[in-house]
C-alpha cells in the first residue's frame, strides 16, 4: 500500500541545473563511496551538510502512529547513515528496540552519539538477522541506490526478516518532466522508474509492504 509518512519533513531545496552543470564521472564515484564528501562535502556530492535538527522527531511519530509500535517491539531501518531516525524512534517511544544498518562507515563513525551501539554496518542485499525478527522494517531513499537485481535480492531480505510489515521510500516519477528532474539531479541511485516499473520489481520480489515515492 502506498503510505505517505514523510509529509512532514521539511522541502528539500534543490538547485537542479546547477547539480547538472556540476554532474561528472567523478563526482557521481565519488558520491556512491558514501563517505565525507557525500555527506559532509560540497553539495555537489552529496547533502551538503548532513546534520541533526530534530526533523525526523514527526516521521518518527507517524511511523509509531501508524504501525501501531509499542515497548518491546523490534524494528530495524535499512540505510540509516547517521541514525537520526533511529535515535528519534527510540526516543519517541521509550522500550523500542529501533536499530540501524547502512554500508557507509563514515556515517557510521560520525553518527548520533545516543544511538552509537544501536548502529550496524550491513547490507541490504543479505541481513544478518533470523526469519521474523523485526516488527517493522524500514528504508527510505536507500535501495534505489542499488541494481536491479540487487534490488530485488534487498526486497526478499525484507520480507524474511519482517513479520509482515515494512515501508520502503524510493526515488520515482509520473511523468516525463519529473523524469527529466529526477535524471539530472540522482548521483547514486541505479534504478528509478515509474510506478509501474516499481511495481514489476515488487512482484518479482515478492514485496507486498508498503512504499512511497520521493518525487524530485
Not at 129 to 151: E, G
Not at 167 to 186: H, L, R
Amino acid at each position: 500500500m502506498r503510505v505517505d509518512l514523510l509529509r512532514s519533513l521539511p522541502q528539500a531545496r534543490r538547485d537542479i541545473e546547477a547539480r547538472l552543470a556540476n554532474k561528472t564521472p567523478e563526482i557521481i564515484a565519488k558520491a556512491r563511496e558514501f563517505g565525507a564528501e557525500y555527506f559532509d562535502g560540497p553539495r555537489q556530492y552529496g547533502y551538503g551538510g548532513y546534520k541533526y535538527d530534530g526533523r525526523w522527531i514527526p516521521v518518527a511519530k507517524e511511523i509509531i502512529k501508524h504501525y501501531g509500535l509499542h515497548p518491546g517491539m523490534k524494528v530495524l531501518d535499512i540505510g540509516c547513515a547517521k541514525g537520526f531516525l533511529v535515535k528519534d524512534l527510540s526516543n519517541c517511544l521509550p522500550g523500542l528496540e529501533a536499530i540501524g544498518i547502512d554500508v557507509s562507515e563514515y556515517a557510521l563513525n560520525n553518527c548520533e552519539t545516543e544511538v552509537y551501539d544501536k548502529l550496524y554496518l550491513g547490507d541490504a542485499r543479505e541481513l544478518c538477522f533470523s526469519d521474523r525478527y523485526f516488527d517493522l522494517v524500514l528504508s527510505i531513499n536507500t535501495l534505489h541506490n542499488l541494481s536491479r537485481a540487487d534490488l530485488i535480492k534487498a526486497l526478499k531480505e525484507i520480507s524474511r526478516v519482517s513479520k509482515g510489515r515494512s515501508f520502503i521510500q524510493i526515488d520515482a516519477y509520473e511523468n516525463e518532466k519529473q523524469k527529466a528532474a529526477c535524471e539530472a539531479w540522482i548521483l547514486t541511485a541505479k534504478f528509478h522508474g515509474y510506478p509501474e516499473d516499481w511495481y514489476k520489481v515488487f512482484e518479482e520480489a515478492g514485496y507486498t509492504g508498503d512504499y512511497d515515492w520521493t518525487i524530485v
